[in-house]
């Protein structure tokens, strides 16, 4: 019932979801046949169905690196989160994890539901993992090992000043985005982006962390939201650099996503009571209609201006919210695409 009245309110969002379904069903059928990528695939679209979508849009290749990059990462970042494991046991897996992946053989029953699927079975990821071209192998090597040691830091250390999260952060989040630059790189498609650029792709898409219910964690919220929005700049400037039609929508459509999703969490206390996200009609907009940066430049401009339309003076960091959103609707202005829409 929920998804009908959400048409019969958004009646545009019907085709696109249409299309969107057609495209899920498309994508579980083209799951390769040999069972180590087999596993590979259908993990991916378990752990994580809009990105498993999203995926599609890279040639086979670099689909492939993208997928197992993923996983790799998925599964160190199972180990970190497990809090059964000790520390003298999960310090040790953290730091040698770039190793792990060149072990056929290697496993590490933790997690729960399909991450412990993946963890049971980690074997058919570095099966996948050894067939990859070396410049792929080097890239993922290199953000797992850099990850995994940073993740093995803060286990042993406590997150206790915002100079601390920043670095926890580029960490689980940024690193992320240089890993993406490498592999796109290897791939010969695009030139390498800079480190700067690429660690604002990665933070500006990092999950965001609540607190308990109450005025003060509201304002944490939209300060933690403000933080986000510095990183806007530079995800503008990485995605018009882009050549290649294929990686630019792949990146671009999770970046739309963000700052969709800071849109409507930015001063919204149901934040603290449930799942605050896009809904699903307006996120297969997203995926359908995003193919230039006009396209980027439009759904910027126009997430930027419903969150500035949600800023509380009173809040104590509303002067820097504004000056934030206002520097995104510029550099959204000064593109001079917006009237293409």
């Known amino acids: 019932m929920g998804s009908l009245r959400a048409i019969l309110k958004h009646p545009d969002d019907l085709y696109p979801m249409v299309k969107l379904k057609l495209a899920a069903r498309s994508a579980v059928k083209q799951i390769p046949a040999e069972p ?6 259908s993990m991916l679209h378990k752990v994580s169905r809009s990105f498993g979508l999203v995926i599609q849009q890279l040639d086979t290749d670099l689909r492939d690196a993208v997928c197992i990059f993923y996983l790799v990462l998925r599964a160190l970042d199972t180990v970190e989160d497990d809090t059964s494991i000790a ?76 100079d601390d999260y920043d670095e926890y952060c580029h960490y689980v989040a940024g690193l992320v985005g240089l890993g993406l630059s490498k592999l ?41 939201v403000t933080n986000a929005l510095v990183h806007v700049e530079d995800c503008l400037k990485y995605m018009s650099d882009l050549r290649d039609p294929a990686i630019f929508r792949f990146c671009a459509i999770p970046q739309i996503m963000a700052i969709g999703t800071l849109a409507l969490c930015y001063n919204n206390i149901q934040v603290f009571r449930g799942v605050v996200k896009m809904r699903r009609g307006l996120t297969a907009k997203v995926i359908d209609r995003t193919k230039t940066m006009s396209d980027v430049y439009g759904a910027f401009y126009d997430f930027s201006r419903m969150l500035k339309s949600k800023v509380d003076d009173n809040d104590p960091n509303s002067r820097k919210t504004k000056d934030n959103l206002e520097a995104i609707l510029k550099i959204c202005r000064d593109s001079g695409t917006l009237n293409q829409r």
């Open 36 to 41: 180590h990528w087999g596993f590979c695939y």
């Open 87 to 162: 520390a003298e046991v999960k310090v040790p897996i953290l730091i040698a994890f770039h190793q792990h992946i060149y072990d056929r053989e290697w496993h590490f029953s933790c997690g729960t539901k399909e991450y412990k699927v993946l963890m049971d079975e980690f074997h058919h990821v570095s099966t996948a993992f050894l067939e990859l071209g070396r410049g792929y192998q080097e890239a993922i090597e290199d953000i797992t090992m850099r990850m995994g040691a940073g993740m093995a830091k803060f286990i042993c250390k406590e997150v206790e000043t915002v």
């Open 184 to 224: 796109f790189h290897a791939s010969g498609k695009e030139d390498l982006a800079s480190d700067t650029l690429s660690n604002s792709m990665g933070l500006f898409l990092q999950d965001l962390k609540y607190e308990e219910n109450s005025v003060k964690a509201v304002q944490c919220l939209n300060d933690m």
